[in-house]
């Protein structure tokens, strides 16, 4: 299952649209996506799933009912700070949590909860990459919910 939520996307659309207003007419030029980041993408999924192939996964449900916490705390800390977020459970290795937007601030006025969730996140990952450019930044969470049997021990399943 997939969950994906773009707060930040939606919140930069709204204040496009005022600045326009403000403007009356000035031309905002968009700036280009970036061609090669999808190529980058797939080549790193592609590494991901075959550093899996050896073994089989079963479900943890301790893990996975950790995550489901983990999830929603990402969802409202993504729509506190208007960050897009993506939930990713349907890889067998791991789920992951993906944060983006334009810039991540986090101030003392926004209380102590928003920091903690990221620390959070960041302390309770199996692995954190951060990502980001002169226009966004991007945290992936990668949370491993499934346990990994090694090849000798055989396949239930077969």
């Known amino acids: 299952m997939k969950v994906v939520k ?5 919140s930069q659309a709204k204040d ?4 326009r207003r403000l403007e009356e007419g000035g031309n905002f030029e968009v700036p280009e996506l970036i061609t090669g980041e999808e190529q980058v993408e797939e080549e790193i999924a592609k590494l991901i799933s075959e550093s899996g192939q050896k073994g089989y996964f079963v479900p943890d ?4 009912e950790n995550f489901g916490l983990i999830s929603r ?4 800390l993504a729509q506190y700070l208007d960050l897009n977020v993506e939930i990713d459970t349907d890889n067998k290795k791991h789920s992951t949590i993906e944060l983006s937007a334009g810039q991540i601030i986090l ?3 926004m209380g102590k909860i928003a920091r903690d969730t990221i620390a959070m996140l960041f302390s309770t990952a199996d692995e954190a990459w951060v990502d980001g450019d002169s226009h966004s930044v991007k945290l992936t969470f990668f949370y491993e919910v499934n346990k990994n049997l090694a090849e000798a021990e055989g396949n239930p399943a077969d």
């Open 73 to 76: 705390s990402a969802l409202l």
């Open 16 to 19: 496009e649209a005022s600045r």
């Open 107 to 109: 101030l003392k006025e």
């Open 61 to 64: 449900e301790r893990k996975k």
């Open 6 to 10: 773009k707060y930040y996307d939606l």
